[in-house]
């Protein structure tokens, strides 16, 4: 399974950017994906998360302003972030579940991109 995230960049406060991960070597539409990201010198977290009926997860502090998508023909996930804050700023990584259920968690992650938003 290869999972590879691209989109990340520098951004100012109130920008916005689209991050996408095109997945391979797995029957991508069988799987919930997610969003992680990790700020430096802090545990990474779950931002959003999709099932493969595109029910949905968001973490709290991205709520109205992120969106996560899927396009299970092009074996892709998106995440849509708008608003963007400074602390917003972290690696983002698309991660793969273990099963298309939220409980079980992920067990598969790509590199991860860059996201800087500058105040």
């Known amino acids: 399974v290869l999972l590879q995230a691209y989109g990340g960049g520098l951004v100012q406060a109130g920008g916005f950017l689209r991050l996408s991960c095109a997945a391979s070597?797995?029957?991508?539409?069988?799987?919930?994906m997610g969003w992680y990201r990790q700020a430096q010198g802090k545990e990474r977290e779950l931002v959003a998360a999709?099932?493969?009926?595109?029910?949905?997860y968001y973490v709290e502090s991205v709520k109205g302003r992120f969106t996560i998508s899927r396009d299970n023909a092009k074996n892709t996930l998106y995440l849509q972030m708008n608003g963007l804050k400074p602390e917003d700023t972290a690696v983002y990584y698309c991660?793969?579940?273990?099963?298309?259920?939220?409980?079980?968690?992920?067990?598969?992650w790509g590199p991860g991109t860059l996201v800087t938003v500058s105040s």
């Open positions: 991660a793969k579940g273990v099963s298309d259920s939220y409980d079980l968690g992920y067990n598969q």
């Open positions: 999709i099932s493969s009926g595109s029910s949905t």
């Open positions: 070597g797995l029957t991508f539409g069988s799987y919930v």
